[in-house]
């Protein structure tokens, strides 16, 4: 059974940062796709990161290039993403997916099949 779990998620200021990670049991970790989305009430879930399994390229929203890193250990099954100079409009749930294949149309959600639980980050200004 393949199950995701995030964790990291808080509350923190303007400019400051946070590390969420994504941990994966069950899953064929050595390929296929790993995204970090992220959702606000009332808002469509938006990709914000990706990362092809076991190494290799990685894809960022242009919203967050520069200040998010996406970056995995395959030693622990664990993804992460450093989010640094954090803004308010980065306050959302934020979920990690899998899914097999390559990350092309990564942030296209349904194309996902498996989903954590999701991890609230919250950014005041």
């Known amino acids: 059974q393949v199950q995701l779990v995030e964790s990291g998620g808080g509350s923190v200021q303007s400019g400051g940062s946070l590390r969420l990670s994504c941990a994966v049991s069950g899953y064929t970790y050595s390929s296929g796709c790993i995204t970090w989305f992220r959702q606000v009430p009332g808002k469509m879930r938006e990709g914000v990161a990706a990362?092809?399994?076991?190494?290799?390229?990685?894809y960022y929203a242009d919203s967050v290039k520069g200040r998010f890193t996406i970056s995995q250990d395959n030693a622990k099954n664990t993804v992460y993403l450093q989010m640094n100079s954090l803004k308010p409009e980065d306050t959302a749930m934020y979920y990690c997916a899998a899914r097999s294949g390559t990350c092309g149309n990564w942030r296209v959600s349904w194309t996902y099949n498996y989903w954590g639980q999701g991890t609230q980050v919250t950014v005041s200004s």
């Open positions: 990362a092809y399994a076991g190494g290799g390229s990685t």
